[in-house]
């Protein structure tokens, strides 16, 4: 299995350290840490910053082919917030190299080689990426929206057009409503909102994650269930990000919708119970963890 990730490489500045992240390549060490052949497509700057991200990305095992090198545009930057339950805001860096994401036939050539493509509506947010996007939607075979909203990266419009590209969206409570809004999609339950976005928008995948309390999956036509496990959060850096990649791994590899939400569950608390977005588990370690939690 091959799925490649589109959008934003970038550096997580906390108040006392800095970390590689951004969703597309936090996604794709999950991925990669399971096994799968994963890959990003992403501009970074010609600078020092972007020196280390393809240090590091190479030195996790993720080809870095499809990167391009920006001569006018700086690394990506996000200055992470975190608040009393260490939830994490974040302030956004513009414009920055991976604003200006190019068409190639390398990349192209990647997304047509991949079951999948994820790309994120936050890498949409500057019309060059985003038009490079679009080219590379009209030739993957299976498309999956990380809906990622972070105001004012995003309009009503940008949202409409990525989600109707979506075979399956994944977003967290707080963005269902807000797409709800958009759409004027008012219903009185969360399964009811899930159920008017995807006649809405003609997808049958759907997940909705709900911070502690687990999370919802829609897939085609049935509803399946997690209500969380519970964990001392460390920081929410990358744990949606785990989340997206440990249950797509499960659904693409035909395991149960249950089964893949739970163990997606999984991962994404341990991610919080963690420093950092991507940090690293073993299949015992993730068993246990499974296993006590159940007890």
Not at 22 to 44: E, F, Q, W, Y
Not at 59 to 85: A, M, N, R
Not at 216 to 226: A, M, Q, R
Not at 284 to 291: C, D, G, M, T, V
Request: with cysteine; proline share 3%.
């Amino acid at each position: 299995m091959k799925i490649t990730c589109f959008g934003e490489v970038l550096w997580d500045i906390f108040p006392a350290q800095k970390k590689i992240g951004g969703a597309p390549l936090n996604v794709a060490l999950r991925l990669h840490s399971m096994g799968i052949d994963s890959s990003v497509i992403t501009k970074i700057g010609d600078d020092d910053l972007g020196k280390d991200i393809l240090k590091y990305t190479k030195g996790q095992g993720l080809p870095v082919h499809t990167f391009q090198i920006d001569q006018k545009y700086k690394t990506g930057e996000v200055l992470v917030t975190l608040d009393h339950e260490n939830t994490a805001t974040y302030e956004i860096s513009r414009p920055v190299a991976w604003d200006f994401i190019e068409y190639s036939e390398e990349n192209a050539r990647a997304v047509e080689e991949s079951d999948a493509i994820i790309f994120g509506s936050l890498a949409s947010r500057n019309e060059v990426s985003r038009n490079t996007l679009l080219r590379l939607l009209d030739i993957a075979k299976f498309k999956i929206l990380d809906v990622n909203l972070r105001p004012p990266h995003y309009d009503a419009k940008l949202l409409l057009e990525l989600i109707k590209q979506a075979d399956f969206i994944k977003l967290n409570d707080e963005e269902l409503d807000e797409i709800s809004n958009q759409f004027n999609l008012i219903e009185h339950t969360l399964e009811d909102q899930i159920k008017a976005i995807a006649k809405h928008t003609n997808t049958n995948q759907i997940c909705i994650t709900k911070g502690g309390k687990g999370a919802t999956l829609f897939y085609d036509g049935v509803f399946y269930n997690n209500t969380g496990y519970k964990v001392k959060v460390v920081d929410t850096v990358g744990a949606g990000d785990s989340f997206l990649a440990t249950l797509i791994s499960g659904l693409l590899q035909k395991k149960t919708p249950q089964g893949s939400i739970d163990h997606a569950c999984a991962i994404g608390a341990m991610v919080a119970g963690s420093e950092g977005a991507n940090p690293v588990f073993s299949e015992a370690e993730i068993n246990s963890f499974i296993i006590n939690q159940g007890a």
